[in-house]
């Protein structure tokens, strides 16, 4: 079975503070596609990466990195001198080949206060 | 390049009314899948479909719930007899190809039930 765990459901830092949105997942499967999407007050999702399970590379994106460990089946996605326009909830998913379904975390509330 | 377009944004029903959700993929994509929301929650699949088929509703309700992808069209999720615990989000995503890597989501229509 599929599973993502978002341990954390609210974190609340005050801006310029670093913060780390914790995923683990779990799978059977040995191709599999993890993901962040970031939800803001809006509604609507906006997508931030996608990682294949054959890359464990971590990547860096302005004030945004992800750290892939398959060692600990985790995706955690940490966000550099936060600030307020990141407040929002934050999902972690994860997708396998064999099915066509995204399998989406809780969610993370991140509150980032001034 | 338009997006996935879904529609109503916002929906307000009344309790026992029906409610029809509209999905248009991205231009090219014949594959979409509908999310559902609930308050507080992370998404959760509902169905997976393509031009007239429904290929996995593993995740659609047993009863008073359907979707249909027509040859010509948007894609539609319907709630017959909606109840309270309807009120959710429900995102639609579309692919090109059967997506367990790449998923592209909708805004998402805000259902609320009175």
Known sequence: AQKVTQAQTEISVVEKEDVTLDCVYETRD????????KQPPSGELVFLIRRNSFDEQNEISG???????????S????????????????????????FNKFYFGSGTKLNVKP | ????????????RRRGQEARLRCSPMKGHSHVYWYRQLPEEGLKFMVYLQKENIIDESGMPKERFSA???????????????VRGDSAAYF???????????????????LTVT
């Open chain 1, 30 to 37: 040995t191709t599999y596609y993890l993901f962040w999407y």
């Open chain 1, 63 to 73: 004030r945004y990195s992800w750290n892939f460990q398959k060692s600990t089946s």
């Open chain 2, 68 to 82: 249909e992808f027509p040859k010509e069209g948007p894609s539609i999720l319907r709630i017959q007899q909606v």
């Open chain 2, 92 to 110: 639609c995503a579309s692919s090109g190809t059967g997506g367990s890597y790449e998923q592209y989501f909708g805004p998402g229509t805000r």
């Open chain 1, 75 to 98: 995706f955690n996605f940490t966000i550099t001198a936060s600030q307020v326009v990141d407040s929002a909830v934050y999902f972690c998913a994860l997708s396998v080949v064999s």
């Open chain 2, 1 to 12: 390049n338009a997006g996935v377009m879904q529609n109503p944004r916002h929906l307000v």
